[in-house]
């Protein structure tokens, strides 16, 4: 127990210092068109150079836990601005995607905040993508909800991650601005050799169409995946 709370400790010490010192960086991984092979926008993860072989979720919890989670998104998102404005000189309709926590809404200068940065790296509202996921409604949903509605306002969209894995994802579907959905990978990996799993990715697809919102399938890999989600008409691929 001592010896991973001392661990937990020295993490937590060493996100400060590269928060900082500016230690993370961006990578980006392409939003595609699925039939017509155009790259449509990029969606943001947060990388750090220094400590690679810290796992995601570990990286998350501590961020969590010495309050720097807000903070890290805020850096990486006007890293991100920066760059979406120079790319954005050659292909005009190119796009970012961006993840938030359920804790960044409860920052309550969150709304203000992003659109400081907008106007600050001069990209417009319509250009930037935020992608939620259920567990922000196990929080505060009453105070998620004015923030997303605020961020809707303001111009941005806001998607639905991971979709599919949650408990209560067709009720939320309803009641959530989103106007895009993203299929989990878990899903997407597994329907060229399952079928019920391409029973279910088609539903899900037939459901965010007749709703009139964008499917994304994440982790598309391989040409099997990307024939099979096509004849869904899915419409895009991460």
Known sequence: MNQHVQKALHLESQLTKAYQEHEFCNYYQPI???HTHQ??????????????RIQTQEFSLAAEGVGLITKIMLQTFNRALNELNEWRKASPDLYLSINLSALDF??????PEIKKALINANV???????????SILMRDSNLALQSMKKLKELGCKLYMDDFGTGFSSLANLAALPVT????????????ANDNRFSVLVS????????????????????KAQLSSLRSHNCQVIQ
């Open 32 to 34: 595609i068109n699925a």
């Open 39 to 52: 790259t449509e926008g990029f969606e943001v993860l947060l990388r750090w150079p220094e400590n690679k």
């Open 106 to 111: 409860e920052f309550i200068e969150l709304v």
């Open 124 to 134: 417009p509202s319509e250009a930037i993508v935020f992608e939620i996921t259920e």
């Open 180 to 191: 895009e959905i993203k299929i989990d990978k878990s899903f997407v990996q597994a329907i």
């Open 203 to 222: 539903s899900i697809i037939e459901i965010g169409n007749k709703l009139g919102l964008t499917v994304v399938a994440e982790g598309v890999e391989n």
